[in-house]
């Protein structure tokens, strides 16, 4: 395509993707149909959704990568966590950020649709914990096993301890965000991000006489 040509699909492609993260949000994934995201799009026809988009998963899956600031925050993570930070300085940081963009408003109406059409379509499910969840989760764990390496933390599995560090966080942004529960409400989530980090370095002490911890 000649470069103004690919400027103007480029741009077409953006718009559908914020059209439809309108449409999924106002309606939910099921609930929408191609009219309602052309209408929210702006654009003419529902049909010109297939000339960008495979069907209305790939939209998804599109929109989940474009928008979700979630996504953006595991991909700088991949790129530039570094390894040998000691866990006290690195988890109360990377925490606290993954506590943030879970109140954005975007992170909250996506995480509305996505709970709902994981649990009944597997092929959302799988895209879902490909882009998020399940990367996020793999990178959390690699970092933990290179600190339990170091005598850091005490020898577990890296992916028992990744999900016992990020629950608690997930559960308080289902019950303050979605559920949005009158208790949640009330702890700030600083609060959060303190006592949970925290308590895992508690329970992730290492032991004192474990090989790795009497050679440092």
């Given at each position: 395509?000649?470069?103004?040509?690919?400027?103007?699909?480029?741009?077409?492609?953006?718009?559908?993707?914020?059209?439809?993260?309108?449409?999924?949000?106002?309606?939910?994934?099921?609930?929408?149909?191609?009219?309602?995201?052309?209408?929210?799009?702006?654009?003419?026809?529902?049909?010109?959704?297939?000339?960008?988009?495979?069907?209305?998963?790939?939209?998804?899956?599109?929109?989940?990568?474009?928008?979700?600031p979630l996504i953006a925050l595991i991909d700088t993570a991949s790129t530039q966590l570094d390894l040998d930070l000691p866990p006290e300085e690195l988890l109360p940081e990377l925490v606290g950020n993954v506590t943030k963009v879970l109140q954005s408003e975007v992170t909250i109406a996506l995480m509305k649709v996505l709970l709902t059409e994981a649990i009944r379509n597997r092929r959302v499910a799988q895209m879902v914990d490909e882009v998020g969840p399940g990367r996020a989760l793999r990178l959390l764990a690699g970092y933990l096993e290179r600190q339990m390496d170091a005598g850091r933390l005490r020898r577990t599995d890296p992916h028992v301890a990744a999900r016992i560090l990020?629950?608690?966080?997930?559960?308080?942004?289902?019950?303050?965000?979605?559920?949005?529960?009158?208790?949640?409400?009330?702890?700030?989530?600083?609060?959060?991000?303190?006592?949970?980090?925290?308590?895992?370095?508690?329970?992730?002490?290492?032991?004192?006489?474990?090989?790795?911890?009497?050679?440092?």
């Open positions: 395509m000649p470069p103004r040509d690919e400027h103007d699909y480029e741009q077409r492609r953006q718009q559908i993707i914020d059209g439809a993260l309108e449409a999924f949000s106002a309606k939910g994934f099921d609930g929408t149909s191609n009219k309602d995201i052309a209408e929210a799009a702006k654009i003419g026809s529902p049909g010109l959704i297939y000339h960008y988009f495979k069907d209305k998963v790939d939209l998804l899956h599109q929109v989940i990568l474009a928008r979700l990020v629950g608690p966080i997930f559960a308080y942004a289902l019950t303050r965000f979605i559920f949005e529960q009158a208790e949640a409400t009330r702890i700030e989530p600083e609060l959060m991000v303190r006592e949970t980090v925290t308590s895992f370095l508690h329970s992730m002490a290492p032991e004192a006489n474990s090989p790795a911890q009497a050679h440092h």
